[in-house]
T-cell receptor, first 116, second 107 residues
Framework: DTGVSQNPRHKITKRGQNVTFRCDPI?????LYWYRQTLGQGPEFLTY????????KSRLLSDRFSAERPKGSFSTLEIQRTEQGDSAMYLC??????????????FGSGTRLTVV | DAKTTQPPSMDCAEGRAANLPCNHS???????VYWYRQIHSQGPQYIIH???NNETNEMASLIITEDRKSSTLILPHATLRDTAVYYC????????FGAGTQVVVTP
């Protein structure tokens, strides 16, 4: 098991373009989370899945953002019509559900998005 | 919104114990206390968690007060590599992070 993998590590895009990030969680983890982090702040929750079901979305997740986890394995986060305010580190994490021997989340190294 | 409060920064001398406090004013009965740390440009790293009892692992010790309204993370012998932002949170499921405590370990 190689942990949580996120691709790409860095993405520079022009304002107005669409971008998509991928997250491959730890295989036995059925929960997957997306967070966004800006400089000097802690990670902000965006959304999470249990298997393929998206169970919660933050109000931070505007209609330009969409996340999918079609087969309950990897997940994608798409941002349409990017804005400069979308520049941030996008973090993915996975875990077992609470109560099922859950330790903490395992985070990936993140995708750093820069919108120019 | 963050559910916990932590001091914004803390310095610690290398080799000494670092005691990081956290207040969990709204913690409920089934919520675990979690601690993570984040070294610059990396994703947060899980350190330890607990429910009611104190816990210890190879990285740190966790002390939880009897009323569970506060916790303390103890790094028993801080090294320069422990310089990081440390986050505490409490949760049953979704974790919410505040700004954390910036810990700087000095030689």
């Amino acid at each position: 098991d190689t942990g949580v993998s996120q691709n790409p590590r860095h993405k520079i895009t022009k304002r107005g373009q669409n971008v998509t990030f991928r997250c491959d969680p730890i295989s036995e983890h059925n929960r997957l989370y997306w967070y966004r982090q800006t400089l000097g702040q802690g990670p902000e929750f965006l959304t999470y899945f249990q298997n393929e079901a998206q169970l919660e979305k933050s109000r931070l997740l505007s209609d330009r953002f969409s996340a999918e986890r079609p087969k309950g394995s990897f997940s994608t986060l798409e941002i349409q019509r990017t804005e400069q305010g979308d520049s941030a580190m996008y973090l993915c994490a996975s875990s077992r559900p609470p109560g099922q021997g859950a330790g903490g989340y395992t985070f990936g190294s993140g995708t750093r998005l820069t919108v120019v | 919104d963050a559910k916990t409060t932590q001091p914004p920064s803390m310095d610690c001398a290398e080799g000494r114990a670092a005691n990081l406090p956290c207040n969990h004013s709204t913690i409920s009965g089934n919520e675990y206390v979690y601690w993570y740390r984040q070294i610059h440009s990396q994703g947060p790293q899980y350190i330890i968690h607990g429910l009611k009892n104190n816990e210890t692992n190879e990285m740190a010790s966790l002390i939880i007060t009897e009323d569970r309204k506060s916790s303390t993370l103890i790094l028993p012998h801080a090294t320069l590599r422990d310089t990081a932002v440390y986050y505490c949170t409490d949760s049953w499921g979704k974790l919410q992070f505040g700004a954390g405590t910036q810990v700087v370990v000095t030689p």
